[in-house]
């Protein structure tokens, strides 16, 4: 069966640190694979997608990156952390690439920003 | 993706039904209407999608009116554990993301 790793749960960071989370999806292969965030008291905001390897779409222009260095693992990266950027960061995979499947989330990780 | 209105919030008892509705007057023919739930301090859970035809599983059915223009989510017997945030979404059949909205809070109380 399919599962999905995200790491830590729960991390508190000083401002202009960096960051670094990591994604893992196993059981599958070739997934697309998506990063969430939400701030508190806020909706879920799409951050990124990668549909592969290398591949990776921005949704929102912001302190973030992402990477897909390994066909089933997605990195989000920051070099200088923000206040802002405090939320619940939330890893997600799919396995189509339209409206036939649903997504499976990770866990989160609940950043604090200080 | 076309848009959905759904209750800001919802109440209900404990083992009764829950009747959740989401309106979608500009579906498209190529849709999907996706539920998913999230319940506190967790990521967003799947719970059931269609595109014309009702459907039924584990956790939950879903009914789709015959213009495809709204939905309900049914919850046949509601538990403490069903308090979350519900989510209606429509997603294309071609590529496209999950895009969440505000939800509909349920609120069950014992």
């Known amino acids: 069966s399919q599962t999905i790793h995200q790491w830590p749960a729960t991390l508190v960071q000083p401002v202009g640190s960096p960051l670094s989370l990591e994604c893992t999806v196993e059981?599958?292969?070739?997934?697309?694979l998506y990063w969430y965030r939400q701030a508190a008291g806020r909706g879920l905001q799409l951050l990124f997608y990668?549909?592969?390897?290398?591949?990776i779409s921005s949704e929102v222009p912001q302190n973030l990156s992402a990477s897909r260095p390994q066909d089933r693992q997605f990195i989000l990266s920051s070099k200088k952390l923000l206040l802002s950027d405090s939320g619940f960061y939330l890893c997600?995979?799919?396995?189509?690439?339209?409206?036939?499947?649903?997504?499976?989330f990770g866990s989160g990780t609940r950043l604090t920003v200080v | 993706d076309a848009k959905t209105t759904q209750p800001n919030s919802m109440e209900s008892n404990e083992e009764e039904p829950v009747h959740l509705p989401c309106n979608h007057s500009?579906?498209?023919?190529?849709?999907?209407i996706h539920w998913y739930r999230q319940l506190p301090s967790q990521g967003p859970e799947y719970v059931i999608h269609?595109?014309?035809s009702n459907v039924n599983n584990r956790m939950a059915s879903l009914a789709i009116a015959e213009d495809r223009k709204s939905s309900t989510l049914i919850l046949h017997r509601a538990t403490l554990r069903d308090a979350a945030v519900y989510y209606c979404?429509?997603?294309?059949?071609?590529?496209?993301?999950?895009?969440f909205g505000k939800g509909t809070m349920l609120l069950v109380s014992p």
């Open positions: 990668s549909v592969g390897i290398g591949q």
């Open positions: 059981g599958t292969s070739n997934p697309n």
């Open positions: 979404i429509l997603r294309n059949s071609g590529y496209s993301t999950l895009t």
């Open positions: 269609g595109l014309t």
């Open positions: 500009t579906i498209s023919g190529t849709d999907y």
């Open positions: 997600a995979w799919s396995n189509d690439r339209g409206g036939t499947y649903g997504y499976t």
